[in-house]
């Protein structure tokens, strides 16, 4: 039987880097990561990974600032078929227990002044491991990333596997958490560069009529196996944004009477 082919996003993002040494990130601070720099650190961050025991399906919790490394991580959460578990950096450690001892996390990453709390936290909730990672590639999961080699086999993953873990504000309640699944990436990839563009006008001004951001056909996602069809993604229409509030969900509705196929 042919094999199916892997649904892993980072297969899909490598797929399209074909120069690697092409500027992939590049910071205030004069940091800066080609295509190949960032895939090669981000084998190494996966070995990282999987040397602390992380398996595919497991929950990787990651409050840590926004850094090169933070995508390095994001990138190796993919690679080695974990799930991430973004958590904004303002928790206090009391709100930060009810999210880690709801998720049980495999592996947690928290700023490297925050470490000794943050492990405190994870014994009395009994989750394994917790490493640091700062902004200039300090840290204890930093020291590991540099100690590992950068070859890495990208694990085949399934268009219903876990892909990421979010929660939501909770306004109404206790936060809740919603599974992503690789199938919401594929059709929110195509759409994302259109929402974006326009998102601040949309999202500013509710009742413009002119209908200016988006042209009156509907925009829908292309069929890769129907070459030249354009059609609606069932997928996308079943899976994308469910159970996140954010702009992109509000985007929806706003759509409809922009002419954008957003389902």
Not at 100 to 127: H, I, N, W
Not at 155 to 163: I, K, M
Not at 171 to 194: F, I
Request: proline share 6%; glycine share 8%; hydrophobic share 40%.
């Amino acid at each position: 039987m042919p094999q199916t082919a892997s649904a892993n996003l980072f297969d899909l993002i490598a797929a399209r880097a074909k120069n690697p040494g092409k500027m992939a990130l590049e910071t205030a601070d004069a940091t800066a990561l080609t295509y190949g720099a960032l895939f090669e650190r981000s084998g190494r961050a996966a070995n990282v990974l999987v040397a602390l025991g992380v398996e595919p399906g497991d929950r990787v919790a990651m409050q840590v600032d926004k850094s090169t490394d933070a995508i390095v991580l994001a990138l190796a959460c993919l690679r080695a078929g974990a799930a991430l578990l973004p958590l904004n950096t303002a928790y206090t450690l009391a709100e930060l227990e009810y999210f880690l001892g709801d998720a049980e996390p495999a592996l947690t990453l928290c700023r490297p002044e925050l470490l000794s709390s943050a492990r405190q936290l994870a014994d009395k909730l009994g989750l394994p491991f917790v490493e640091s990672l700062g902004v200039a590639r300090d840290g204890t999961f930093a020291e590991k990333i540099a100690a590992e080699p950068s070859e890495f086999e990208t694990v085949p993953r399934g268009p219903d596997d876990l892909a990421a873990v979010l929660y939501t504000s909770g306004t109404t309640g206790r936060p809740n958490s919603a599974s992503l699944h690789l199938s919401c990436y594929a059709p929110v990839r195509l759409l994302l560069p259109t929402c974006y563009r326009h998102a601040n006008s949309l999202l500013s001004d509710r009742r413009r009529r002119s209908a200016t951001a988006f042209s009156r056909r509907p925009h829908c996602v292309g069929s890769a196996a129907a070459p030249g069809r354009r059609r609606v993604s069932r997928a996308f229409r079943r899976r994308s944004f469910r159970g996140v509030p954010c702009a992109l969900t509000r985007l929806r509705g706003l759509g409809q009477n922009r002419g954008l196929a957003v389902f």
